[in-house]
């Protein structure tokens, strides 16, 4: 008669087990949908620091702006963005709910081809805020020409490269001067939610 008792301990030990398996799988099965694939970590860390040079470059531009023409809050020109039809690009493939490289890093692409062109449309500001433009213009030019080049040995590049598109014309210095902090700011956001998604694509 002992023996059942015996083996009691041991089908509770058994049965929890089983139970702790199933509570596993039922919280991975829950959790979100990580990337579908990885990028290599010598291109991760080229994206990752030229997005910070240019945010950084950016963030120079959105300075001077503020010092030299008391342009600091780019939230009260936001209804002038509108009415002058300043574009924002999409990064709807790299937020959390749909992740995906091949949509994320194309959006990406589309999005600094974007700011070039916004940038370029900026042409004819103050002679003191042309070198924090230049620099902007430069280093978004050499951020897209190495990210298409990533692209195209990943596979992922489009057949055909995507164009700027039709810009906002500002016809007034207060109209370049207020665009470009919208741009800088626009810039700005749009960097940090590409930022966050290609860290989810790190190699473990």
Known sequence: MAEPAAQSPMKLIALQLILWYEALW??????????TSSLPQSFLLKCLEQMRKVQADSTVLQERLCATHKLCHPEELVLLGHALGIPQPSLSGCSSQALQLKGCLRQLHSGLVLYQGLLQALTGLPPELTPALETLQLDIG????NLWREMEELGVAPAVPPT???MPAFTSAFQRRAGGVLVASNLQSFLELAYRALRSFAKP
Do not use: E, N, S
């Not at 039922?26 to 990337?35: I, K, N, Q, T, Y």
């Not at 050499?142 to 020409?145: V, Y």
């Open 164 to 166: 700027q598109g039709a």
């Open 26 to 35: 039922l919280v991975r099965a829950a959790a979100p949908l990580g990337p």
């Open 142 to 145: 050499d951020f897209a020409i």
